[in-house]
């Protein structure tokens, strides 16, 4: 992954190749609820803003006030915090190519102000939306009818190629902002360096201690 983000890292990132705010930065610094100001541990759930894209921390008495599909008024939505790893997964790499992503690692979900599912990759410079080949999705849905089990907005498919790695999880979305953070905190010069490598790493173990 890390020589193929080197060549994005090269170029220049143009200011709307990212969404709206910054979702990594809020995850990564925030550490009060956003609602009502009280502290938060540092594992604590997010809500997401569904037109920003914002990440929103959450105090407990706060989550369990949005711990329902009628609270936050259609605005704001509570991240699950379910973690599983799709090991029964179909997607060959003339399945990937079709998906037209740049990188070896992307994560996708629904988003419901867009009505439709939107590509980010994580790089240097933040969650980079890609422009995701709707057709080669809807045929990766057929293939993987788990894919209808995402929750929209606040669940991903988060999918990691990197090297020989084949692996392909449900998670929150927070989670993907997350590692996107860990890349563009870490990342050094123009290959991304050893300390980059051994973050993505890391999530990745930790992912699977946490499912």
């Known amino acids: 992954m890390a020589s193929r983000l080197a060549q994005l890292a090269r170029a220049n990132s143009a200011p709307t190749a990212e969404p709206e705010g910054d979702p990594a930065d809020s995850v990564a610094e925030v550490e009060v609820c956003d609602l009502c100001g009280a502290p938060v541990p540092p594992l604590h759930r997010h809500l997401v803003d569904l037109q920003t894209r914002r990440m929103m921390c959450a105090c407990q008495a706060c989550k369990i006030l949005?711990?329902?599909?009628?609270?936050?008024?259609?605005?704001?939505?509570?991240?699950?915090?379910?973690?599983?790893?799709?090991?029964?997964?179909?997607?060959?790499?003339?399945?990937?190519?079709?998906?037209?992503?740049?990188?070896?690692?992307?994560?996708?979900?629904?988003?419901?102000?867009?009505?439709?599912?939107?590509?980010?990759?994580p790089s240097p410079a933040g969650p980079t939306e890609s422009q995701l080949r709707l057709e080669a999705w809807a045929e990766l849905e057929v293939a993987n009818p788990v894919l209808d089990e995402l929750t929209p907005d606040v669940e991903a498919l988060l999918i990691n190629r990197a090297g020989d790695k084949r692996e392909h999880w449900l998670v929150p979305i927070d989670d993907c902002y997350q590692l996107t953070g860990l890349i563009r905190t870490h990342w050094s010069g123009l290959s991304g360096g050893d300390e980059v490598q051994q973050q993505i790493d890391g999530f990745f173990d930790q992912l699977r201690s946490r499912r």
């Open 66 to 121: 949005f711990d329902s599909d009628a609270a936050g008024g259609g605005h704001l939505r509570l991240v699950p915090d379910r973690r599983r790893e799709l090991t029964e997964f179909v997607l060959d790499d003339a399945g990937w190519a079709a998906l037209q992503i740049p990188v070896d690692m992307a994560f996708f979900f629904f988003n419901t102000p867009a009505q439709r599912v939107i590509a980010l990759y």
